[in-house]
Nanobody, 122 residues
């Protein structure tokens, strides 16, 4: 069974930073495009960022405004989302997702993690 596990969420004050991790078991992430998504209560899920399976291209949502960075660690079989200057509106459950052999970043994903909660509060 293919599995993705997110970690790194938590409570942070406005302006703070967090690094989210997406770790894989059962497959090698190098062969997959990885996307990060988030969903706040009462709101639709929105795409944040993705990195293609070949690492040729990346995508960032316009709302990120240079605050988030996606990266891949091949040795650790993981993808990270580094988040800076967090705002109240960044509060959401954050998910990573994977789809095999996709470049550029795809619209649809086949595998999803369970999510990690990010809460930005003063």
């Amino acid at each position: 069974q293919l599995q993705l596990v997110e970690s790194g969420g938590g409570l942070v004050q406005p302006g703070g930073s967090l690094r989210l991790s997406c770790a894989a078991s059962g497959f090698t992430l190098d062969d997959y495009a990885i996307g990060w998504f988030r969903q706040a209560p009462g709101k639709a899920r929105e795409g944040i960022s993705c990195i293609s399976s070949s690492d040729i291209s990346t995508y960032y949502g316009d709302f990120v405004k240079g605050r988030f960075i996606i990266s891949r660690d091949h040795a650790k079989n993981a993808v990270y989302l580094q988040m800076y200057s967090l705002k109240l509106e960044d509060t959401a459950v954050y998910y990573c997702a994977a789809v095999q052999y996709s470049d550029p970043c795809p619209y649809e994903y086949d595998y999803w993690g369970q999510g990690t909660q990010v809460t930005v509060s003063s």
